[in-house]
């Protein structure tokens, strides 16, 4: 494969050489992984920048709509938008959750929109290197926004997190026990609570859980990357495209804020080095997963586990093994 | 040092060899890892199996008076008891949960009794070996019960549980809310749960926190490694050492249960393979904190940070040099 042709192909805006890197990105090959090494160095020099928004929700909050409506929005606005997803479980329930594109039927349709679903693996270290990746590619083809979609399971809103320049949390209207279902760490993540489904019979409703929210809000210690009035609390419909335009307006507004005060880079900062010590801890760990390493650690677990070593001492001689082998 | 004499020592209930012993495994030092390694080997020849018990509560449940009430009752059975600490940050706080001996006056006192605070470390990890190897060294001292003690915070009760054969909640009197305070998975790790303080005034909202917990138990899974009827909830004083037998009772019960259906070899055997995957995970961590690599990363992360490489290349890097260094 010729990696400064496949980089051209992106950057030039190619949708079919964005999708074949993204696929050579995704592969666990060792050819492969060098090659997809290059190819980040190559795009890398582009100097690109988009909005990375991480957005996260439980399901049946609406994120599909969401993602559709406001996608649709930007593109009116004359934006290239595109859309990836980490979902550590898809390979088990075996569906992405952005596997069915007739969830989003207007978007994918659209020319400058860009819809690929998460990366079929179940370790999420795994789907978050691919993810992160992916990202860095749509930015390179020239892409203004890319949406990272995300459910509520286990650790995949802190590895969006750390992929995104602002993180949106799209919630139901409910009553007070809302407030304990999301998780308090994924509360402290927000950086804008978007109460969908604020239409019809539910409106009462969202907007009370809009005040309960943003009370909570408040009750959070001010992080230094927050002006006044941030994380803030907002209704949205994505059915009926009402609010949207205001969210975007505080997207905007909190982005501007960053970027005059050097936190936007600073935070890209950051994140690129927290991925680097990711990528050498899972380096390091898929050593253990590769002959002969493999099955002298499933030996020695069978000693370990009988009592006949240490776990220790067993530990001791893999990592000898590893030094000298 | 002479590692046979020390573990002769140990196995032979000499309360300073055990106490430099767990000095020696609690070393970060390279050789004395080494000599600690032959160490856990030699004591490990005496075959002798105490009873572990993980305790948890979270600060002001009364976990100190627990443990003097419990202990001191069991000495008087003629057992010997050893009291360890899961407790990470005790290294940054500057005072370890067990730091103050007069907290537990009349145990510290008795021959038989072994109190030992958290090793100082900041590291989980650090700690969780630490302890994990001082367990088994007081368990070849001839300690009957060992209990390991750790406060309701983050990894730490994976930690204890991990190396505990019984896990005992401890809790104080409470609403309804209680119910929440408590993070599921630590509920969900608990074989007893000891509502305390069930005396004076309190002893009708301990009595209703304990139908409350009953309750919430009954919901949880059934677990294979639990007869009819656990987990548990009982009420328990420990000022006033009032239901402590009626726990003990219960906790010879289970035991007896787990022993006679292999449960509790299992769960042992489980427990060795999981210290030995952990050894190897930190094992390998810990490289990357020694020299010549520890600059490298810390060059390569700047480079990282500063946009001029990506993170996938130096990592790969950082491997390379692991591999070929």
């Known amino acids: 494969m010729d990696i400064k042709q496949l980089a051209d192909g992106v950057v030039s805006g190619n949708r079919r050489a964005l999708a074949r890197a993204i696929t050579l990105v995704e592969s666990a090959r060792a050819d492969h992984r060098a090659q997809a090494i290059l190819l980040m160095e190559e795009v890398g020099k582009s100097g690109r920048q988009a909005l990375r928004l991480g957005l996260s929700g439980t399901p049946g909050v609406g994120k599909s709509t969401f993602i559709e409506s406001f996608g649709m929005m930007m593109i009116r606005e004359g934006k290239k938008v595109a859309v990836l997803a980490v979902d550590p479980s898809s390979a088990r329930s075996g569906g992405s959750i952005l596997g069915d594109k007739t969830r989003m ?10 819809i690929r679903p998460s990366p079929s693996q179940t370790e999420l270290g795994g789907v ?11 930015e390179a083809a020239g892409y203004d926004l890319i949406l990272i979609e995300t459910v509520g399971v286990g650790q995949s809103e802190t590895v ?6 602002l993180f949106l949390l799209l919630l139901a209207p409910g009553g007070g026990d809302e407030l304990q279902g999301v998780k308090r760490g994924i509360m402290e993540m927000a950086d804008i609570i978007l109460v969908n489904k604020a239409d019809g019979d539910l409106k009462p409703a969202a907007n009370r859980t809009c005040a309960d929210y943003a009370g909570a809000l408040r009750l959070l210690r001010k992080r230094p990357q927050d002006p006044e009035g941030f994380p803030k609390a907002m209704t949205v419909s994505a059915l009926q495209v009402d609010g949207l335009k205001e969210a975007w307006g505080e997207i905007q507004n909190l982005t501007e804020w960053r970027r005059e005060t050097g936190h936007f880079d600073q935070r890209r900062a950051e994140q690129a080095e927290y991925w680097f010590g990711q990528e050498i801890r899972q380096g390091l760990l898929a050593q253990l997963q590769k002959e002969p390493l493999k099955s002298m650690i499933s030996d020695l677990a069978k000693q370990v586990a009988a009592g006949q070593l240490t776990p220790g001492h067993a530990a001791a001689d893999v990592l000898n093994a590893l030094q000298h082998g």
Chains 1, 2 share one sequence.
């Open 128 to 138: 978050a290197r691919r993810t992160r990746e992916a990202v860095a590619l749509c």
């Open 105 to 114: 039927e207007e978007l994918s349709r659209e020319p400058n929109a860009f």
């Open 160 to 165: 969006v997190s750390e992929m995104s320049d």
